[in-house]
């Protein structure tokens, strides 16, 4: 059991949907090594490499302005790069190891990342990463209720409204992410699916329920206006058993890769 309540790092200040998923894969980089110098490709607004590494990693790099400068002075990182990941400035062979935490599934040009992120990686070195995978959409509370009750025409709208309300590009089998990664230079060494089905409800509907959140951020830049016990004590009820449980399981909805530069 770690001793790092991921949980309330992420709840007191991200929106739910978003804090239960990282909480729980936070609690995976602890059994993993890192070799320094470290690459954290779209590495955001830097929240999740704050929370989960004990030490700033290396170099994070992201295409957006506002999440770099978010980044930039959060303390996740030793150095902030604003890139695109499918043509880095830096020299071959820089890194050490890689990670890539729930971002691959947005790129459009994913390929291209790939080939880059192995361009930049020393021989030999690990690239982790995670991404939502082709149990995501079958997952869906709202569109399998729809299919029940002889709607799947709905429940088909459904799911293309919730993949493009999460920005995914890419929500793919293993055997997918496995041929993608050696027709750029990796081999694949290890993955699980994790986060199941009745854990993956509690965020679809946590879009809706955090709305409030939304116009937080809007407004004043902040997504929980009052990051205290008791104002979140609620959520806190409602998320503990899903990040108390055991997330690996044969039907997760997300997966976790290890892959390792040839």
């Not at 980089?29 to 955001?44: A, F, N, S």
């Not at 691959?104 to 040009?109: A, G, V």
């Not at 116009?215 to 990040?243: C, D, E, G, K, M």
């Amino acid at each position: 059991m770690s001793q790092k309540d991921y949980l309330w790092l992420h709840i007191r200040e991200l929106p739910y949907f978003r804090s239960l998923v990282r909480a729980v894969e936070a609690r995976f980089y602890e059994q993993i090594e890192l070799p320094r110098p470290v690459l954290d490709v779209g590495c955001g607004d830097g929240h999740f490499a704050t929370v989960t590494f004990e030490q700033p990693l290396d170099v994070g790099i992201d295409p957006w302005v506002g999440p770099v400068h978010q980044a930039a002075s959060g303390g996740g990182y030793r150095s902030v790069v604003l890139g695109d990941g499918g043509k880095m400035p830096f020299p071959s062979h820089s890194f050490a190891s890689a990670v890539s935490n729930s971002v691959l599934e947005h790129i459009p040009h994913v390929e291209a990342v790939l080939a880059e992120t192995s361009r930049v990686l020393q021989p030999g070195a690990s690239f982790v990463f995670c991404v939502p995978n082709h149990n995501f959409l079958p997952s869906l509370s709202v569109s399998n209720a729809l299919d029940k009750v002889g709607l799947r025409p709905l429940g088909d709208a459904y799911r293309r409204f919730f993949n493009r309300i999460s920005r995914h590009q890419h929500c793919d089998s293993p055997e997918v992410w496995q041929t993608r990664l050696e027709r750029n230079g990796f081999r694949l060494e290890r993955w699980w699916h994790y986060f199941p089905p009745r854990s993956f409800h509690v965020v679809e509907w946590g879009h809706y329920f955090g709305l409030p959140s939304l116009v937080s951020h809007f407004l004043f830049r902040r997504w929980i206006l009052v990051p205290a016990p008791w104002n979140l004590a609620l959520t806190r009820r409602i998320l503990q058993p899903h990040y108390d449980a055991d997330p690996v399981c044969q039907d997760g909805v997300y997966s976790f890769y290890i892959a390792r530069k040839v």
